[in-house]
Every structure is written in C-alpha cells, then in structure tokens.
C-alpha cells in the first residue's frame, strides 16, 4: 500500500426546490369571466375554486392562481399572459417565492 488514508465517505446534500406562486393581480378591466375560464384552462381549477380565487383578487387585490416549480410558474405565467393578451385584457401576473 502507498501508506495513504482516502475519505470514502460522501455527503450529498439535496435541497427540495423552492415553490413559488402564481399571482394574479386586480385591475379594474379584465372581465371576472375571463378570469374564471384562465383559472380552469391553464391552472386546472374546478369552477368552484376559480370563483374562489377570482374573489380574492376582487376582494383583496390579488389571489393564488397556483404554486408550483419555478419552471412551472414561469411557463404558467407566459401562458396566462398570452391569453389575455390575445383577448385585449391587461392581466397581470407575478411570481412569489413561498
């Protein structure tokens, strides 16, 4: 032997990914309709929880369409986005990391 002691021990480190929301902001042109049927089509909800959710961005300015990868968030963002953008609605929406 070369008279060496070698470490075999390994530590690896893994870390979930950090979440983050899909907000939508409120402004006083985008229909509550379009809101719902954007809540049901791009991020999965049921009638009753785009309601829901739809509310709280009347209600309180903003409300969670979703919580997802940051990937995830993004492309769900874009897409929501592009939706409204084709309708002519000025739908904001921002990333929050939970």
Do not use: C, W
């Amino acid at each position: 032997m070369s008279g060496f002691d070698v470490d075999t021990e390994v530590t690896i480190g893994l870390k979930e990914p950090s979440m983050y929301s899909v907000i939508l902001l409120n402004d006083n042109y985008t229909p509550m309709d379009f809101v719902i049927q954007l809540l049901v089509q791009v991020f999965g909800h049921t009638e009753e929880s785009a309601m829901a959710v739809t509310m709280a961005v009347h209600n309180n300015g903003k409300g969670a369409a979703g919580v997802y990868s940051y990937e995830i968030a993004q492309q769900k963002q874009i897409d929501a986005k592009t939706a409204a953008e084709q309708f002519g609605h000025p739908l904001r929406l921002v990333l929050e990391e939970n």
